[in-house]
T-cell receptor, first 107, second 114 residues
Framework: KQEVTQIPAALSVPEGENLVLNCSFT??????LQWFRQDPGKGLTSLLL?????REQTSGRLNASLDKSSGRSTLYIAASQPGDSATYLC??????FGAGTRLTVKP | ETGVTQTPRHLVMGMTNKKSLKCEQH?????MYWYKQSAKKPLELMFV???????ENNSVPSRFSPECPNSSHLFLHLHTLQPEDSALYLC?????????????FGPGTRLTVL
């Protein structure tokens, strides 16, 4: 059974800092991996989708990497801003979600 | 309307009530999903529909009954719920259930069962 783990569960950083969120999965037979952002009480916003044949995807200040063989993905956020404060979730397809990392960026 | 919409946004119901959640996607997708998000637990996939056919049911209790009349609409019929069913219910859609499966989510329905 696929298990997805996100570390850390919570992270607090000062504004402007670069940071890395981690996602690990136990079964490397995935089709793709998707990173989401969730604001409190809201739905999920798709950030990046990495297909299984890719190693990374970039969008603005975000960069996500995927290493299927080691069962790991990272989400790198450059020059963090208070508006980046949210919970970040990773999901693998076939569908299994991690519990998320709650990020707080302090001004 | 764009993206994925869900109604109602908030719902309070008693254990003996019958209610329905509605999801509509305006993205031309063929696959739709229901998820449950409880406090301090990972998102749980409940049901998957592809081209109106149910392709996945993750051992969801029968008090939750999904309906997909067409590829754009998905319902979740609720009856005889328990307080532990209180959660945020999220709907999502994707092009299909194949390998290129980027999912787009609605804002969710916050359900409280008294």
């Amino acid at each position: 059974k696929q298990e997805v783990t996100q570390i850390p569960a919570a992270l607090s950083v000062p504004e402007g800092e670069n940071l890395v969120l981690n996602c690990s999965f136990t079964d490397s037979a995935i089709y793709n991996l998707q990173w989401f952002r969730q604001d409190p009480g809201k739905g999920l916003t798709s950030l990046l989708l990495i297909q299984s044949s890719q190693r990374e995807q970039t969008s603005g200040r975000l960069n996500a990497s995927l290493d299927k063989s080691s069962g790991r993905s990272t989400l790198y956020i450059a020059a963090s801003q208070p508006g980046d404060s949210a919970t970040y979730l990773c999901a693998v397809i076939p569908v299994r979600f991690g519990a998320g990392t709650r990020l707080t960026v302090k001004p | 309307e764009t993206g994925v919409t869900q109604t109602p946004r908030h719902l309070v119901m008693g254990m003996t009530n019958k209610k329905s959640l509605k999801c509509e996607q305006h993205l031309g997708h063929n696959a739709m999903y229901w998820y449950k998000q409880s406090a301090k637990k990972p998102l749980e996939l409940m049901f998957v529909y592809n081209f109106k056919e149910q392709t996945e049911n993750n051992s969801v209790p029968s008090r939750f009954s999904p309906e997909c009349p067409n590829s754009s609409h998905l319902f979740l019929h609720l009856h005889t719920l328990q307080p532990e069913d209180s959660a945020l219910y999220l709907c999502a859609s994707s092009q299909d259930v194949g390998t290129y499966n980027e999912q787009f989510f609605g804002p969710g329905t916050r359900l409280t069962v008294l």
